[in-house]
């Protein structure tokens, strides 16, 4: 959370209190207590009655109230400037005596520290009172680094490192369990009303920050420099996610400008060949090319034709689509070779599914009255 320039607060946690007092029909005040020392210290003493966002620890348990729900999980990063060339990810070698600041008495520091005993690490740590002066002594160059919870998109430096991911929860002062069965209720409700709020929620606040170069570890970048040219299978019909022009006869659309920005980012190279579905699914299995550049899918999907598929980077309708017949759908036309045309299929037992090898022979089907739909 942090105040934006007419001096709102903003972020995660206060995006969630709203919607918490929205359900719940709370109102809020909020104190700037300067730092976590101070936030905490005013907790303690029942001063203030809560602090979104907070590590539950046993040490912890026995001094305040936590939420029965955490807010999301968060984790700890070590931050770099992104000119600092220095450092790679997890390169521990490169970490020995790093001067990295921290949160005084937060528990971001005392995981940092366990991560640095783990891998015989021995940086310099220098603790700071509050976020924006640790932050703004790395931007200065008076830190080497910042051992700090996942800053999001609001990052505007490089993370050479990422550990510990653990729930966040609410605390409630110890003289306010009025107050903690209110949140409880209502955290409960927003929950069994929308189970993937807190998902939402989370990726819009600490997806990866468009402004953030990827950082590689030293096997990484040793294979980039060395890499062959990737073979890349391409679906030449399936516009506007990727197709071949008709007019320059090159890869095209959503998936081309896609790999582009990856061959910026890691010198990799590529060599795109324009290959239907079913047939790019048989040359990958049998390894005769490197990689299908979009698949639909699942786990299953994925073992069946012997490859690892990405996390997803664009979601998509499927939509159906037919000719103003009043008749009702028989013969659904379908492309071959896609796992949402197998799908499909098996939704509609008992209708005839004509498989076609690309989308323009299905639509063409569809006007030609050869099949009555098509997804």
């Known amino acids: 959370m942090s105040r934006s320039r007419s001096a709102e607060y903003i972020g995660f946690n206060i995006e969630f209190l709203q919607k918490l007092a929205k359900v719940g029909g709370m109102r809020y005040e909020m104190l700037d207590e300067g730092s976590w020392e101070n936030a905490w210290h005013q907790l303690l003493e029942g001063h203030i009655d809560m602090i979104p966002a907070v590590f539950r620890t046993e040490e912890r348990e026995k001094e305040v109230l936590f939420s029965n729900l955490p807010m999301g999980t968060l984790y700890v990063t070590l931050n770099v400037?992104?000119?600092?060339?220095r450092y790679g990810y997890e390169d521990?070698?490169?970490?020995q005596g790093m001067r990295v600041g921290i949160i005084r008495g937060s528990s971001d520091g005392e995981r940092f520290q366990r991560y640095c005993e783990k891998f015989g690490v021995?940086?310099?740590?220098?603790?700071?009172?509050?976020?924006?002066?640790?932050l703004s002594a790395l931007e200065d160059g008076t830190l080497d680094g910042v051992a700090i919870t996942h800053l999001g998109r609001s990052s505007t430096f490089r993370s050479v490192a990422q550990f510990s991911p653990e729930p966040v929860y609410i605390a409630v002062a110890k003289n306010r369990p009025d107050l903690l069965a209110r949140l409880d209720a209502a955290m409960n409700a927003i929950v069994l009303r929308d189970p993937n709020y807190m998902m939402r929620l989370y990726d819009k606040y600490f997806a990866v920050s468009m402004a953030q170069q990827p950082v590689f570890t030293k096997e990484e970048e040793a294979f980039l420099k060395q890499a062959d040219v990737v073979i890349a299978a391409y679906?030449?019909?399936?516009?506007p996610l990727e197709y071949t022009?008709?007019?320059?006869?090159?890869?095209?659309g959503v998936t081309s400008d896609l790999l582009s920005t990856f061959s910026r980012y890691t010198g990799l190279r590529f060599r795109f060949e324009p290959i239907d579905?079913?047939?790019?699914?048989?040359k990958v299995k049998k390894g005769l090319i490197d990689m299908v550049c979009s698949v639909t899918g699942d786990y299953l999907w994925d073992e069946r034709n012997k490859m690892y598929t990405t996390r997803y980077y664009l979601r998509a309708p499927t939509m159906l689509v037919r000719t103003k017949q009043p008749h009702a759908i028989e013969r659904i036309a379908l492309q071959g070779g896609y796992w949402f045309s197998e799908h499909v299929a098996a939704d509609h037992p008992g209708k005839e599914i004509i498989f076609y090898k690309n989308v323009r022979e299905c639509f063409d089907?569809?006007?030609?009255?050869?099949?009555d739909a098509v997804y």
């Open 92 to 95: 521990f070698s490169s970490f």
């Open 245 to 252: 022009d008709t007019e320059t006869g090159m890869f095209s």
């Open 81 to 85: 400037r992104v000119d600092d060339k």
């Open 235 to 239: 679906d030449p019909s399936w516009a």
């Open 365 to 371: 089907a569809l006007l030609k009255g050869d099949a």
């Open 122 to 134: 021995k940086p310099i740590i220098v603790p700071y009172a509050e976020t924006q002066a640790l």
């Open 277 to 282: 579905q079913a047939e790019a699914l048989e």
